[in-house]
């Protein structure tokens, strides 16, 4: 079970074919300190060093430094036990800087710590005026990163757990399963379990402003990003200043809108992508369907160590392509193959996305998503209220629907924490003007999205840029009028008119 709002996905398709493989959150009103500085912060709170390699990856390059900012693990208890955040930066490479710019990379449950110096030539006109600064936040990467199964119990599920149970014997093995992972977050996560939620990562990014020396926020926040950019704008409203927020999860969905406007989402960009092979979208999507109803029953094999593609992993393996066009000729590949009867290429394709390596150790990321949108999502739908929304998830798509049906029950099946909130608050009266960014064929937060995050910043906070583009995300995506009016308003100042299209 997984919900498809990680940017990195992107990282994972450009690996891909390199190699030639062919929740609702929120937050209480506004802060009660806003204004008022903590007096422990400043740049004196971080020790820039070397960065050391993690086991995401190896140590970057010189230019690159890190720290550890400590932070109330409870921010109702603020004199009480810290956490410790990893922060990564490289400084501005110009005379005329204007400060910290802060990146988050969406999930939840990125490592900024190791997206950052890959994102970095994307980002080089910014570095000219600003550091360039992201982190892990809590619960994730180096950040108290959980771990809630270990990676052969992690195969052995992926194998065993049928994403779309179609017999109360499956429907048992499945909640059995999403019940088990709870507990393993618990006893991994211990009393950071109750302390991961936006709210408190929003609040920890105004402890790394104070902490850079910064008297404004400014950020670049993408896919789940957004919605924690939105947080931290309502809780802090006087303290944004250039915020830019690119591939926008819509603030008004709950778990299940949430999972509706994925199913949505992922078939318009499936029928784009059919389209631009020459076919139906609507024949084509059926027979993708039909082709994922055989392998539910018979699972495909593929030539990876005697492992076989089953429909949950066959479905991941369509999702990730579709996060950039890009990747689409890789997802023809993998689709000829299937349907010739070998799974080896849409397993690779969900081997990506699931962060699995050669060696068959797993990425955690998935970890850290669930258990901190599990502590957002108030909403707990039932198996019994699920299968009565199976037929709309269904009719909005044939070959994601019932996954993504599913998952709504699934994703915090006996949660060992409650949720906090049905939806993010992030209306910011009195902000500065934050760009709301949106892409008519974004797959995982499709764009319908970003207008409605622009509606609840509010009036004259929320400025609208669309681009008529296809993948997950905007900024550095191949438009050079996207790039060029983030730029201008990041670097200079100047807020566009709202409602700018790019096509």
Same mark, same amino acid.
């Given at each position: 079970?997984?919900?498809?709002?990680?940017?990195?996905?992107?990282?994972?398709?450009?690996?891909?074919?390199?190699?030639?493989?062919?929740?609702?959150?929120?937050?209480?009103?506004?802060?009660? @300190?806003?204004?008022?500085?903590?007096?422990?912060?400043?740049?004196?709170?971080?020790?820039?060093g070397?960065?050391?390699?993690?086991?995401?990856?190896?140590?970057?390059?010189?230019?690159?430094?890190?720290?550890?900012?400590?932070?109330?693990?409870?921010?109702?208890?603020?004199?009480?036990e810290?956490?410790?955040?990893?922060?990564?930066?490289?400084?501005?490479?110009?005379?005329?800087?204007?400060? @910290?710019?802060?990146?988050?990379?969406?999930?939840?449950?990125?490592?900024?710590?190791?997206?950052?110096?890959?994102?970095?030539?994307?980002?080089?006109?910014?570095?000219?005026?600003?550091?360039?600064?992201?982190?892990?936040?809590?619960?994730?990467?180096g950040?108290?990163?959980?771990?809630?199964?270990?990676?052969?119990?992690?195969?052995?599920?992926?194998?065993?757990?049928?994403?779309?149970?179609?017999?109360?014997?499956?429907?048992?093995?499945?909640?059995?399963d999403?019940?088990?992972?709870?507990?393993?977050?618990?006893?991994?996560?211990?009393?950071?379990?109750?302390?991961?939620?936006?709210?408190?990562?929003?609040?920890?990014?105004?402890?790394?402003?104070?902490?850079?020396?910064?008297?404004?926020?400014?950020?670049?926040?993408? @896919?789940?990003?957004?919605?924690?950019?939105?947080?931290?704008?309502?809780?802090?409203?006087?303290?944004?200043?250039?915020?830019?927020?690119?591939?926008v999860?819509?603030?008004?969905?709950?778990?299940?809108?949430?999972?509706?406007?994925?199913?949505?989402?992922?078939?318009?960009?499936?029928?784009?992508?059919l389209?631009?092979?020459?076919?139906? @979208?609507?024949?084509?999507?059926?027979?993708?369907?039909?082709?994922?109803?055989?392998?539910?029953?018979?699972?495909?094999?593929?030539?990876?160590?005697?492992?076989?593609?089953?429909?949950?992993?066959?479905?991941?393996?369509?999702?990730?392509p579709?996060?950039?066009?890009?990747?689409?000729p890789a997802?023809?590949?993998?689709?000829?193959?299937?349907?010739?009867?070998?799974?080896?290429?849409?397993?690779?394709?969900?081997?990506?996305?699931?962060?699995?390596?050669?060696?068959?150790g797993?990425?955690?990321?998935?970890?850290?998503?669930?258990?901190?949108?599990?502590?957002?999502?108030?909403?707990?739908?039932?198996?019994?209220?699920?299968k009565?929304?199976?037929?709309?998830?269904?009719?909005?798509?044939?070959?994601?629907?019932?996954?993504?049906?599913?998952?709504?029950?699934?994703?915090?099946?006996?949660?060992?924490?409650?949720?906090?909130?049905?939806?993010?608050?992030?209306?910011?009266?009195?902000?500065?003007?934050?760009?709301?960014?949106?892409?008519?064929?974004?797959?995982?937060?499709?764009?319908?999205?970003?207008?409605?995050?622009?509606?609840?910043?509010?009036?004259?906070?929320?400025v609208?840029?669309?681009?008529?583009?296809?993948?997950?995300?905007?900024?550095?995506s191949?438009?050079?009028?996207?790039?060029?009016?983030?730029?201008?308003?990041?670097?200079?100042?100047?807020?566009?008119?709202?409602?700018?299209?790019?096509?």
């Amino acid at each position: 079970m997984t919900r498809f709002t990680r940017w990195a996905a992107l990282t994972a398709a450009a690996a891909l074919l390199t190699a030639g493989c062919g929740g609702g959150s929120g937050g209480p009103s506004k802060d009660d @300190s806003a204004g008022k500085d903590d007096k422990r912060g400043g740049d004196s709170a971080l020790d820039w060093g070397r960065c050391e390699a993690t086991a995401d990856g190896p140590a970057p390059g010189d230019e690159w430094q890190c720290a550890t900012l400590e932070v109330p693990l409870d921010w109702s208890k603020p004199d009480g036990e810290t956490i410790g955040l990893a922060l990564i930066r490289a400084e501005a490479t110009g005379d005329d800087r204007i400060g @910290s710019l802060l990146f988050n990379f969406g999930g939840p449950g990125g490592s900024g710590v190791s997206t950052l110096p890959a994102y970095a030539e994307t980002a080089a006109d910014l570095r000219e005026r600003y550091d360039l600064v992201s982190w892990d936040p809590r619960g994730t990467g180096g950040s108290g990163g959980v771990r809630c199964r270990d990676d052969k119990a992690i195969e052995a599920a992926e194998s065993s757990v049928d994403g779309t149970p179609d017999t109360p014997a499956e429907e048992r093995v499945y909640l059995a399963d999403a019940a088990d992972f709870g507990k393993g977050c618990q006893k991994a996560a211990g009393k950071l379990m109750a302390h991961v939620s936006t709210t408190d990562t929003a609040r920890d990014m105004d402890r790394i402003r104070q902490a850079l020396g910064d008297e404004k926020m400014h950020y670049l926040g993408i @896919s789940y990003g957004t919605e924690l950019g939105g947080v931290y704008a309502h809780l802090f409203p006087d303290k944004v200043g250039r915020m830019t927020l690119d591939a926008v999860v819509d603030p008004t969905a709950d778990a299940i809108g949430h999972a509706k406007n994925q199913t949505r989402g992922f078939q318009t960009a499936l029928d784009n992508y059919l389209r631009s092979t020459g076919q139906d @979208s609507e024949e084509g999507s059926r027979e993708i369907a039909d082709l994922l109803d055989r392998i539910d029953a018979e699972p495909l094999p593929t030539s990876s160590s005697g492992r076989e593609l089953t429909q949950s992993l066959a479905i991941i393996g369509i999702v990730l392509p579709l996060y950039s066009e890009a990747s689409w000729p890789a997802l023809t590949s993998a689709l000829d193959a299937a349907q010739d009867g070998d799974g080896t290429e849409l397993l690779a394709l969900a081997d990506g996305y699931n962060e699995r390596d050669a060696s068959g150790g797993y990425g955690t990321t998935t970890h850290a998503q669930r258990v901190i949108s599990c502590l957002d999502d108030k909403q707990r739908p039932t198996v019994e209220e699920t299968k009565k929304l199976l037929p709309e998830f269904e009719e909005l798509s044939p070959v994601f629907g019932p996954f993504l049906g599913w998952d709504t029950a699934g994703w915090c099946h006996d949660w060992p924490v409650p949720g906090q909130f049905e939806t993010p608050e992030v209306s910011a009266p009195g902000a500065a003007p934050i760009l709301v960014v949106g892409n008519t064929g974004d797959p995982a937060t499709p764009y319908e999205g970003a207008r409605r995050m622009a509606d609840e910043l509010g009036k004259g906070v929320g400025v609208m840029l669309t681009w008529k583009g296809e993948g997950h995300g905007a900024y550095g995506s191949g438009s050079d009028c996207v790039d060029s009016t983030v730029n201008a308003y990041l670097l200079d100042g100047t807020v566009p008119q709202d409602g700018k299209v790019c096509s």
